[in-house]
């Protein structure tokens, strides 16, 4: 009993992810040489504690616990390398030490807890009374609790004693304790220190003379008191029954450290502080030094004078502030003022990339994964796809055997709930389906989804097949399901595509809805067009892709009848989307013919009894437009049918309604047929007074909508009137018009429209281009 009460027992207690407390605890352990080193950290981890000791772990790292039965109950404890509890880890492990980590077990903490969180060594922001260093500032009269730890401790050496800090820091949180709140997040804490009290007795009774314990400095006057073990059994009777906990190292970033990220215990400015630890001098010449090669990079004009004269600045600022040192408050404001001529824009280049930093850890092979985590490993290195905080683009092309191999796996990491790759849009210039753009970003989080998603399987492909049928099952919309089927075909899934078309051909069957149908068909079309580069067999695909677009044919007219504008734009919406996948489903043939009979009768069911008894202007005018577009309406039956919609017998807001609808996507045709802009013209300033109130947003909307080069000539045009003539050499086509000269021309043009006839002339006169051919959007 005496030996075990001659054990020394020395608390350092330290602010998590701090420089200075992590120097100071790095000389009061070379000091103390203690024979076990005690940190504060979930103690599930012990048995991984010595790959910290591995080359191949580069912080910052993690430790990350989940439930077994429910991955998605996670937490981590993140460490970078100026964390006091990584260097007491490195000390402890390289000096072959015994370190045991004392912190409440997470079993306990996820137990209780219902999603993912983040702990500092074991505590998290919202479990501690108050914020200490604030009060700590406050009562120093300072009023930004940052720059005054950083005075005190970030930018002070050890000294003399390097236990005088740890004293110090240990009497002002006595003193904080004492008028501490409180409530849960206090009793949270009892119980922690309470464990960490237990673990200490039981170093105590190892035979363990000498021993180190680094903790949060909140904790310190807890366990330099303690209580008797009848007192700390009790307090822990109340602990929640243990869940089953697996835990392992993972890849941290310093932008998860930053407390922009929502990390609750985090730091402002992780990249700054990790510059103040590896800095063993002055560290202002050379963090300014970088700064100045990232300006420089990003094309700033920033010289080696530029770097003195901030030096100067942030010490001079350092000084009229009454600080010991330039802090990053002086350090930045000598980088606007001298090196970003006073821009806030290069600042906040400067701030991201080197305050926060793009840092991202390694961990070693060893560490122990769920085999769907070695399997994405492996895959990451086969296809040459290293995982980088940064973002960055990836152009795929799918002709390829990496490229599609690259494409499979992010698709399948989509559907897994993994978005390392989001795809984008390609800087390429491109209109085929054989290439992809992605943008990379990985997040040390996703970590927890792929132990979430080992439950579907022990292999990426595995697992993404699993995922896609369950997923198929429990959908509620048939839009789902052919959005799963595109997904399916994307990810290279052909073992849960038959699963998945089954319940997509059940769910159509029954799905009576026109406009779930027609939000269906567009995924299935695209299916179809990217199986042909991937070489997937699409014949049941394409089998249900026309079934779909048959009973859409049949049951568009009635559905499109009575609508009010809300469904009716709606509708217009799965108009154009259904158009455009029939273009491609069917060009030619008999569905094409039964969709242009599909909006011929659209564009017929005018609304004679009401509006309740037709379909909405929005629908008939752009019916209309689509059968012109196709050249299977021409514009004289196109302009007849405006004049009939555009007279005194029909409502101003339905007629305004077809004219949206009708120019919907350009209106280069007003410009080609000065008979429809007449017509345009005539009926607009006819709509009553009292009715222009009404359409004036429609007809605001529509005219909103059209390129600006059209909407200045169609101005000028009215202005000019009027509508039907000829253009003259001095109208707004242009002054002084060469017309040999345009003339000249016409056969090249004739040439790249493909019209027939026009590039030879036997009878020697100019080619003249069709009005509604030159007039036709496509």
């Given at each position: 009993?005496?030996?075990?009460?001659?054990?020394?027992?020395?608390?350092?207690?330290?602010?998590?992810?701090?420089?200075?407390?992590?120097?100071?605890?790095?000389?009061?352990?070379?000091?103390?040489?203690?024979?076990?080193?005690?940190?504060?950290?979930?103690?599930?981890?012990?048995?991984?504690?010595?790959?910290?000791?591995?080359?191949?772990?580069?912080?910052?790292?993690?430790?990350?616990?989940?439930?077994?039965?429910?991955?998605?109950?996670?937490?981590?404890?993140?460490?970078?390398?100026?964390?006091?509890?990584?260097?007491?880890?490195?000390?402890?492990?390289?000096?072959?030490?015994?370190?045991?980590?004392?912190?409440?077990?997470?079993?306990?903490?996820?137990?209780?807890?219902?999603?993912?969180?983040?702990?500092?060594?074991?505590?998290?922001?919202?479990?501690?009374?108050?914020?200490?260093?604030?009060?700590?500032?406050?009562?120093?009269?300072?009023?930004?609790?940052?720059?005054?730890?950083?005075?005190?401790?970030?930018?002070?050496?050890?000294?003399?004693?390097?236990?005088?800090?740890?004293?110090?820091?240990?009497?002002?949180?006595?003193?904080?304790?004492?008028?501490?709140p409180a409530g849960s997040a206090a009793r949270?804490?009892?119980?922690?220190?309470?464990?960490?009290?237990?673990?200490?007795?039981?170093?105590?009774?190892?035979?363990?003379?000498?021993?180190?314990?680094?903790?949060?400095?909140?904790?310190?006057?807890?366990?330099?008191?303690?209580?008797?073990?009848?007192?700390?059994?009790?307090?822990?009777?109340?602990?929640?029954?243990?869940?089953?906990?697996?835990?392992?190292?993972?890849?941290?970033?310093?932008?998860?450290?930053?407390?922009?990220?929502?990390?609750?215990?985090?730091?402002?400015?992780?990249?700054?502080?990790?510059?103040?630890?590896?800095?063993?001098?002055?560290?202002?010449?050379?963090?300014?030094?970088?700064?100045?090669?990232?300006?420089?990079?990003?094309?700033?004009?920033?010289?080696?004078?530029?770097?003195?004269?901030?030096?100067?600045?942030?010490?001079?600022?350092?000084?009229?502030?009454?600080?010991?040192?330039?802090?990053?408050?002086?350090?930045?404001?000598?980088?606007?003022?001298?090196?970003?001529?006073?821009?806030?824009?290069?600042?906040?280049?400067?701030?991201?990339?080197?305050?926060?930093?793009?840092?991202?850890?390694?961990?070693?092979?060893?560490?122990?994964?769920?085999?769907?985590?070695?399997?994405?490993?492996?895959?990451?290195?086969?296809?040459?796809?290293?995982?980088?905080?940064?973002?960055?683009?990836?152009?795929?092309?799918?002709?390829?055997?990496?490229?599609?191999?690259?494409?499979?796996?992010?698709?399948?990491?989509?559907?897994?709930?993994?978005d390392w790759g989001v795809p984008g849009r390609?800087?390429?210039?491109?209109?085929?389906?054989?290439?992809?753009?992605?943008?990379?970003?990985?997040?040390?989080?996703?970590?927890?989804?792929?132990?979430?998603?080992?439950?579907?399987?022990?292999?990426?492909?595995?697992?993404?097949?699993?995922?896609?049928?369950?997923?198929?099952?429990?959908?509620?919309?048939?839009?789902?399901?052919?959005?799963?089927?595109?997904?399916?075909?994307?990810?290279?899934?052909?073992?849960?595509?038959?699963?998945?078309?089954?319940?997509?051909?059940?769910?159509?069957?029954?799905?009576?809805?026109?406009?779930?149908?027609?939000?269906?068909?567009?995924?299935?079309?695209?299916?179809?067009?990217?199986?042909?580069?991937?070489?997937?067999?699409?014949?049941?695909?394409?089998?249900?892709?026309?079934?779909?677009?048959?009973?859409?044919?049949?049951?568009?007219?009635?559905?499109?009848?009575?609508?009010?504008?809300?469904?009716?734009?709606?509708?217009?919406?799965?108009?154009?989307?259904?158009?455009?996948?029939?273009?491609?489903?069917?060009?030619?043939?008999?569905?094409?013919?039964?969709?242009?009979?599909?909006?011929?009768?659209?564009?017929?069911?005018?609304?004679?009894?009401?509006?309740?008894?037709?379909?909405?202007?929005?629908?008939?005018?752009?019916?209309?437009?689509?059968?012109?577009?196709?050249?299977?309406?021409?514009?004289?039956?196109?302009?007849?049918?405006?004049?009939?919609?555009?007279?005194?017998?029909?409502?101003?807001?339905?007629a305004a309604g077809w004219i949206e609808g009708?120019?919907?996507?350009?209106?280069?045709?007003?410009?080609?047929?000065?008979?429809?802009?007449?017509?345009?013209?005539?009926?607009?300033?006819?709509?009553?007074?009292?009715?222009?109130?009404?359409?004036?947003?429609?007809?605001?909307?529509?005219?909103?909508?059209?390129?600006?080069?059209?909407?200045?000539?169609?101005?000028?045009?009215?202005?000019?009137?009027?509508?039907?003539?000829?253009?003259?050499?001095?109208?707004?086509?242009?002054?002084?018009?060469?017309?040999?000269?345009?003339?000249?021309?016409?056969?090249?043009?004739?040439?790249?429209?493909?019209?027939?006839?026009?590039?030879?002339?036997?009878?020697?006169?100019?080619?003249?281009?069709?009005?509604?051919?030159?007039?036709?959007?496509?």
């Amino acid at each position: 009993m005496s030996e075990r009460n001659s054990a020394e027992v020395t608390l350092l207690g330290v602010r998590h992810h701090g420089p200075g407390s992590a120097r100071a605890v790095a000389a009061a352990l070379e000091r103390l040489e203690p024979d076990v080193v005690l940190v504060e950290g979930p103690p599930e981890a012990d048995p991984i504690i010595g790959l910290a000791a591995e080359k191949t772990m580069v912080p910052p790292v993690a430790l990350l616990a989940h439930a077994v039965d429910d991955p998605a109950r996670a937490a981590f404890w993140p460490y970078a390398e100026f964390s006091p509890e990584w260097v007491a880890i490195r000390y402890g492990v390289d000096a072959g030490l015994p370190v045991h980590f004392i912190d409440l077990p997470a079993a306990y903490g996820l137990a209780e807890d219902t999603g993912a969180g983040e702990g500092t060594g074991g505590a998290g922001a919202q479990e501690r009374p108050g914020d200490p260093i604030g009060l700590l500032a406050e009562a120093a009269g300072h009023d930004d609790p940052e720059r005054w730890w950083e005075d005190v401790v970030e930018h002070r050496s050890p000294g003399a004693d390097p236990l005088a800090p740890f004293a110090a820091v240990a009497e002002a949180m006595t003193a904080l304790r004492e008028a501490g709140p409180a409530g849960s997040a206090a009793r949270r804490d009892d119980l922690r220190e309470a464990y960490m009290r237990r673990q200490i007795r039981a170093a105590k009774r190892a035979g363990h003379r000498r021993i180190a314990v680094v903790c949060g400095a909140f904790h310190v006057p807890a366990l330099a008191a303690m209580p008797t073990v009848a007192h700390d059994r009790a307090l822990l009777a109340g602990l929640p029954r243990k869940v089953r906990t697996d835990i392992t190292w993972v890849p941290w970033t310093h932008r998860r450290l930053a407390q922009s990220s929502g990390y609750g215990a985090g730091i402002v400015s992780p990249g700054w502080y990790r510059h103040l630890f590896a800095e063993p001098g002055d560290p202002l010449p050379s963090w300014l030094t970088r700064a100045a090669e990232l300006l420089r990079a990003e094309d700033h004009p920033v010289s080696s004078a530029h770097v003195i004269e901030a030096v100067r600045l942030a010490r001079t600022l350092a000084v009229v502030r009454g600080r010991p040192l330039a802090g990053l408050a002086e350090t930045l404001d000598a980088v606007r003022a001298v090196m970003c001529d006073g821009s806030d824009v290069a600042l906040a280049l400067v701030q991201d990339r080197l305050v926060i930093g793009d840092a991202l850890g390694e961990v070693p092979d060893g560490a122990p994964a769920v085999p769907l985590q070695r399997d994405l490993a492996r895959l990451q290195r086969s296809l040459r796809l290293k995982p980088g905080p940064e973002p960055r683009e990836l152009d795929l092309d799918l002709r390829e055997e990496t490229g599609a191999a690259r494409s499979r796996l992010l698709h399948r990491l989509r559907l897994l709930g993994i978005d390392w790759g989001v795809p984008g849009r390609s800087a390429v210039s491109s209109t085929g389906t054989f290439r992809e753009s992605w943008r990379l970003c990985w997040q040390p989080e996703f970590a927890v989804r792929v132990a979430e998603a080992a439950q579907w399987g022990t292999t990426v492909e595995d697992a993404a097949a699993g995922k896609a049928v369950a997923t198929a099952r429990a959908a509620t919309e048939l839009a789902e399901l052919t959005g799963l089927v595109e997904t399916c075909l994307l990810a290279g899934l052909g073992g849960a595509l038959p699963a998945v078309m089954r319940v997509l051909a059940d769910r159509a069957a029954l799905d009576t809805d026109v406009a779930h149908l027609a939000g269906a068909l567009p995924a299935l079309v695209r299916a179809l067009r990217y199986g042909d580069v991937r070489g997937t067999d699409d014949g049941a695909l394409a089998g249900v892709a026309a079934g779909l677009a048959d009973r859409i044919c049949a049951g568009l007219p009635p559905a499109c009848t009575g609508l009010d504008a809300t469904r009716a734009a709606a509708m217009r919406g799965h108009l154009d989307e259904v158009h455009r996948s029939i273009g491609l489903l069917a060009p030619d043939g008999d569905l094409a013919e039964r969709w242009a009979a599909t909006l011929r009768a659209v564009a017929r069911r005018e609304p004679a009894g009401g509006p309740a008894t037709g379909a909405p202007g929005l629908l008939r005018g752009r019916a209309v437009r689509l059968l012109l577009d196709d050249g299977r309406l021409d514009p004289e039956e196109a302009g007849r049918r405006m004049g009939l919609v555009l007279s005194a017998a029909n409502a101003p807001a339905d007629a305004a309604g077809w004219i949206e609808g009708f120019l919907a996507g350009g209106g280069a045709l007003l410009l080609h047929d000065p008979r429809l802009l007449g017509l345009l013209d005539a009926w607009l300033t006819a709509v009553p007074a009292e009715a222009f109130t009404d359409v004036l947003p429609l007809l605001r909307r529509t005219f909103s909508a059209l390129e600006a080069g059209v909407r200045t000539t169609v101005g000028s045009r009215v202005a000019a009137g009027p509508f039907g003539a000829e253009p003259t050499a001095d109208d707004d086509t242009g002054p002084g018009l060469d017309r040999a000269r345009a003339d000249a021309a016409l056969p090249v043009v004739a040439t790249l429209l493909g019209l027939p006839g026009c590039p030879a002339h036997p009878g020697g006169g100019p080619a003249r281009i069709p009005r509604q051919a030159a007039g036709r959007d496509t």
